[in-house]
């Protein structure tokens, strides 16, 4: 066992250092030149077949572009449509491969700690898994959070600027422009996308509900259902656009209301939850043989994966306890 884990170790190292080098690699510099003098040729060629193949030929590669690793990282990695939309709603540029490399070099890293730290090596296996998965998980989660709450704070004044720019009689089109430019952060960058889709010929509705489905936000979709109900109805669009940013702030307030309410029960669910598992953790850390028997003991370990059940339950009850929708 002993001699077995150096080789596991450099052989994770070497692979997490490929994985890296494919997934940061671009692509081929040489089929990007092919593919682009194609495209001029058919774009010049004047015949309808060769600019729909040149057309469908776009798209293909618009589909399929990005790094070498990509379609591997697609195939293995689980609904990676969904992964592709919430690593759109980060607001960053990462793509699949670069999510794909973190996760295997952050279970090499745990695990290989873990074993050699003198643990079993099926624990050590099991433990760089969960971690591989649940770290970028979560910060992929934190950043969707953390954009969605500076969009949500800057988006009453994005009305508000709407409101003040159909009073001064400019049309919604140019409006959505000038709060593109005006605006920083998340909100700037969405309706600056927006605004880019109108220009190639996407209708304002179709633009809105293409970011409304990206960001997922109720704010943004009360703002696309007032702008849809009263295209069709007409009315005073600056006194609804007004009503809407008002009911927005107030219900801001309410969610901060509620955040101060709960927040001794979000505390108290936390320690409760995170208690255990860093009692035994600190235990382990101190004393490994005292705590060995949860990993050998059949007895202990049916006790352990039941204790493991039980405070899962509890901890997603505490969690729903705790959550409150506005």
Not at 103 to 131: C, E, Q, R, Y
Not at 138 to 159: E, G, S, Y
Not at 204 to 232: H, S
């Amino acid at each position: 066992m002993e001699n077995l884990l150096p080789v596991l170790m450099a052989c994770g190292i070497v692979l997490t250092a490929f994985m890296v080098f494919m997934a940061f690699s671009g692509p081929d510099q040489a089929k990007i030149q092919s593919r682009r003098l194609s495209e001029m040729k058919d774009r010049h060629a004047g015949s309808g077949s060769a600019m729909i193949e040149a057309q469908m030929r776009r798209a293909i590669n618009n589909r399929l572009g990005g790094t070498k690793m990509d379609g591997l990282a697609a195939q293995f990695l689980p609904r990676p449509e969904m992964l592709k939309a919430r690593i759109k709603r980060t607001g960053k540029s990462w793509t699949m491969s670069q999510y794909g490399t973190a996760s295997l070099a952050i279970a090499f890293v745990f695990g290989g700690l873990v074993i050699l730290k003198g643990a079993p090596l099926a624990l050590g296996l099991l433990i760089g898994v969960l971690t591989g998965l649940a770290i970028p998980h979560m910060a992929v989660n934190f950043l969707i959070k953390r954009r969605i709450t500076q969009f949500n704070v800057r988006f009453p004044d994005a009305i508000d600027l709407l409101v003040r720019g159909l009073r001064a009689g400019l049309p919604i089109s140019e409006t959505l422009g000038v709060v593109s430019n005006e605006l920083p952060g998340p909100v700037g960058e969405e309706f600056s996308a927006v605004v880019d889709k109108m220009r190639i010929g996407r209708t304002m509705d179709a633009a809105l509900q293409e970011t409304a489905d990206k960001i997922g936000t109720p704010e943004f979709q009360f703002f696309c259902i007032t702008l849809a109900i009263q295209r069709e109805t007409g009315g005073n669009l600056s006194e609804t656009l007004s009503n809407l940013s008002e009911v927005l702030r107030k219900r801001a307030q309410m969610k901060l209301k509620i955040k101060a309410m709960s927040s001794e029960s979000k505390a108290s669910a936390y320690i409760v939850g995170v208690l255990p598992f860093a009692v035994f953790g600190l235990i382990y850390s101190i004393s490994p043989d005292y705590m060995g028997g949860f990993f050998s003991e059949p007895r202990l370990i049916v006790a352990g994966i039941g204790g493991l059940v039980w405070m899962s339950i509890g901890a997603g009850i505490m969690a729903k306890m705790v959550s409150f929708e506005i």
